[in-house]
């Protein structure tokens, strides 16, 4: 089978033991970077010598059709350099691939900037949208911040640091100077950092310059503005029209913002009352 496993990204002590384990037992490892796997082996004090072969953007639609051949007479181990394989790391063609051939796929949770990030950032966690790296032409940026101005989910961000200052101010441009925005720096290292404010503060901030791996999360469209107390009047008036208590706390969480479950407690609560 495909073994999908997720690596630390930046604290070794996040490696699960699943991941030792696997990494003990491979015979064949799908990385990233050859040599960063190597460096994580001989960190976590693994003496197996598996055959490595290189799976990244460049070669992974030629590489999938070998892999996926071998996955069907033995496990073949997947890494990125760190988090994850297939999110915004290779992968996804492989994964594709094997489930196209009917060959099984598995994977080894553990640790996520995406997640991470999301966590500690502070912002509404219930529903978010993670879209990568933003596109590094000005233009191609624009559109796609504009595209995005009005979701009201939380997102998630990866960026560059050589670059941290011109998308916090292209963001600002498009969402608004004073949304609510979070940048993670470093996690789970030495020197993790994690900067709240609106993204015209942050963005003044990062101008200053900004070393490391890099985490953006943005607050949703409207989810500071929306009132609860309005928000459960909508989520009654649908009620009184028909609607399940449940469908009604989800459609206006969904146009709000705001948390479904605490919309569905509130209803019920002011049912209860006299």
Avoid at 18 to 25: G, S
Avoid at 231 to 244: C, E, K, P, S
């Amino acid at each position: 089978m495909i073994i999908l496993a997720a690596t630390p990204i930046g604290n070794l002590g996040d490696a699960t033991t699943r991941l030792v384990t696997a990494l003990e037992e491979a015979t064949t490892i799908a990385a990233e970077d050859t040599r960063t796997t190597q460096r994580l082996l001989q960190a976590l004090g693994v003496t197996n010598r598996p055959r490595l072969v290189a799976l990244h953007d460049h070669n992974e639609k030629q590489r999938a059709e070998e892999l996926v051949e071998r996955a069907r007479t033995e496990d073949v181990l997947v890494l990125s350099d760190a988090g994850m394989p297939t999110v915004s790391d290779p992968g996804f063609g492989l994964v594709a691939a094997a489930a196209a051939a009917g060959v099984r796929v598995t994977v080894l949770p553990g640790p996520s900037a995406v997640l991470a990030a999301l966590a500690v950032s502070g912002l509404p966690t219930d529903r978010f949208a993670f879209e990568g790296f933003p596109p590094r032409k000005p233009g191609e940026r624009r559109r796609l911040f504009d595209q995005l101005a009005g979701e009201q989910r939380t997102l998630v961000f990866f960026e560059a640091p050589s670059r941290i200052a011109e998308v916090l101010r292209a963001m600002a441009d498009a969402f608004g100077g004073d949304r609510r925005a979070v940048v993670c720096r470093e996690l789970t290292k030495l020197h993790e950092e994690v900067a709240r404010g609106t993204l015209d503060e942050l963005a003044a901030w990062a101008a200053e310059g900004i070393r490391g791996e890099i985490v953006i999360v943005v607050d949703g469209a409207g989810a500071r503005e929306t009132d609860p107390a309005d928000a459960l009047a909508q989520v009654q008036r649908l009620v009184a029209d028909g609607i399940r208590l449940k469908d009604a706390a989800a459609e206006v969480a969904a146009a709000t913002g705001l948390s479904s479950r605490d919309l569905y407690q509130a209803a019920l609560a002011a049912r209860a009352r006299p």
